[in-house]
């Protein structure tokens, strides 16, 4: 297939009339940082292109109750350098201020990444801990899917050909941290640790799985860690296929950063 139309529709009810009557020959362009290098090396061969980047109707970022909404089409720099998620999820700002380089910041999108599913990204963990969930506009109206529904494994998400991603609903927790660890020549790895009450700690660990590991522990300060750790290795165990050298690694790295994390400490300093 060549790609012969590229058309930028001027709100959200014509892109999605749009992909309705190209299903199987469209793709949508957000940000394009992943979707253009694609192209370019044929792994997928559109016939037409549907650009929502400049769609308003997908760029915003509000507080409703105690829920965050940030639209599909805002961008990894505009949740960085936001007012509000900085005032109300700081581990969010700063896992996008920790998104590959300013120019991909710049232009790839929250939308873009939810669609993409690279769960070795930096927000999975992020929104695995804090239960968010998708918004998907639908033919007939819209899907509200949990995350743990949306990704079910690396580069699979739950989304039809003529569906849009729209945003994202993320509870904001009381407390969180966030460290992302850049390994030369491999894959990056990311933690995120979320209390939500004082009896419930959340642990997400990217970097191991296809999908973020998940990890809630209930009690004190010093019986978590050694529960941490016996889920941990109870879920290693268990995974044949991470038995391998690369793992030994990363399994010890989760231990050392998230012991550090559940005490309060900032494992790189
Ligand atoms: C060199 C490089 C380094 C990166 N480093 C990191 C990193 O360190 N951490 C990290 O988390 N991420 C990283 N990413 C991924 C990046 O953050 C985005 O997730 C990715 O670029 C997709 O976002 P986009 O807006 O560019 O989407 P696009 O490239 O435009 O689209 C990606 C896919 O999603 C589909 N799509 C886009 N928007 C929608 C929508 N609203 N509804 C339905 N489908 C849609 C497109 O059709 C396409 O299939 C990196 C990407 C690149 C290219």
Avoid at 87 to 111: C, H, Y
Wanted: glycine share 6%; aromatic share 8%; hydrophobic share 40%.
């Amino acid at each position: 297939m060549t790609l012969t139309r590229y058309i930028v529709p001027k709100s959200l009810n014509e892109a999605m009339d749009l992909l309705f009557h190209n299903q199987a020959s469209a793709v949508v362009l957000a940000g394009g940082q992943t979707l253009v290098q694609e192209i370019k090396k044929g792994i997928i061969n559109p016939k037409v292109l549907i650009d929502i980047q400049n769609l308003e109707e997908l760029k915003y970022i509000q507080q409703v109750d105690n829920e965050l909404i940030i639209g599909a089409g805002v961008t990894h720099s505009e949740i960085a350098n936001s007012l509000l998620i900085k005032e109300v999820f700081p581990s969010l700002s700063k896992a996008a201020k920790l998104i590959a380089d300013t120019q991909i910041r710049n232009k790839a999108t929250m939308g873009g990444t939810l669609a993409y599913g690279d769960s070795f990204g930096d927000y999975w963990g992020l929104l695995y801990a804090t239960d968010a969930s998708i918004k998907v506009k639908t033919l007939s109206g819209e899907r509200i899917v949990p995350v743990t529904q949306w990704l079910s494994g690396r580069y699979k998400v739950y989304l039809n050909l003529s569906e849009l991603v729209t945003g994202v609903k993320i509870p904001i927790p009381s407390t969180s941290t966030f460290h992302k660890v850049p390994l030369f020549h491999v894959e990056n790895m990311n933690f995120t640790i979320i209390e939500n009450s004082a009896n419930e700690t959340k642990i997400a660990i990217c970097g191991i799985n296809d999908k973020p590991l998940l990890i809630t522990l209930f009690g004190n300060e010093v019986s978590l860690y050694e529960t941490f750790t016996e889920k941990i290795e109870s879920f290693r165990n268990n995974n044949e296929n991470l038995k391998s050298e690369e793992y030994d690694y990363r399994f010890h790295l989760a231990k050392v950063v998230c012991f550090q994390m559940l005490k309060g400490e900032d494992p790189f300093e």
